[in-house]
């Protein structure tokens, strides 16, 4: 009787745990992506990066952010460099301010066909591990949709989180976790 009164105990506690971490994200309201209404865009059926090493979500040399693709099939270009895309604290939604960076990261893509982009998703050093991992997936996301929106094809875009583990600015302030809510757009040669 009293290992059954613990049983319940244990899963009642996991309950609120579970319930509790649900509650957690409370997004930016003021996203708008081009074709779409406000709030986030539905990232339902989209392909998600698999599994990871120490690096970040997706950062594996065997997990697939893209069909036949890995995180490592592509290499960084030297020399090219687009503006992050910044996120309110706990958002993936992308705010109106930062269009203009996707923007010209689509531009760059039309002007350079042979050029993928990497999206990076990372996070400021607050909440637990797996929520950051997941945040950042959402923020890579969200930037890849819009820019698909823009008319990007989604095979000349790979996403990856990083959580909190590529921190912009390694102190413990609202300054840096500012700079750390975060997508990198990193241009590259699509092997």
């Known amino acids: 009787m009293k290992l059954t009164k613990s049983l ?8 609120i745990v579970i319930l509790g ?17 406000a709030g986030s865009s539905d ?3 989209m392909d998600l990066a698999n599994g990871g090493g120490a690096g970040g979500f997706g950062s594996g040399g065997d997990s ?9 099939a592509w290499t960084p270009i030297p020399g090219a460099k687009l503006e992050p895309v910044y996120f309110a604290l ?3 939604n992308i705010g109106s301010q930062q269009f203009p960076k996707l923007e010209k990261a689509a ?9 993928g982009l990497i999206i990076e998703g990372n996070c ?5 591990a797996e929520y950051n991992i997941g945040l950042g997936e959402r923020r890579a996301l969200s930037a890849r949709q819009y820019l698909v929106n823009l008319g990007i094809p ?21 300054s840096a976790w500012m700079k750390n809510r975060r997508d990198e757009l990193v241009p590259a040669t699509m092997n």
């Open 154 to 174: 989604e095979s000349r875009l790979q996403t990856i989180s990083y959580g909190v583990e590529r921190p912009a600015a390694p102190e413990h302030n609202e």
């Open 21 to 37: 971490a649900c509650s957690l994200h409370n997004p930016d309201s003021d996203q708008m992506a081009p074709g779409g209404g």
């Open 43 to 45: 990232m339902s059926g």
């Open 90 to 92: 706990d958002s993936s």
């Open 124 to 128: 400021d050093e607050r909440g637990s």
């Open 64 to 72: 697939s952010l893209l069909p036949g693709r890995s995180a490592n």
């Open 8 to 15: 319940h105990f244990v899963a009642l506690c996991l309950s």
């Open 107 to 115: 531009q760059y893509l039309n002007s350079n066909a042979k050029a």
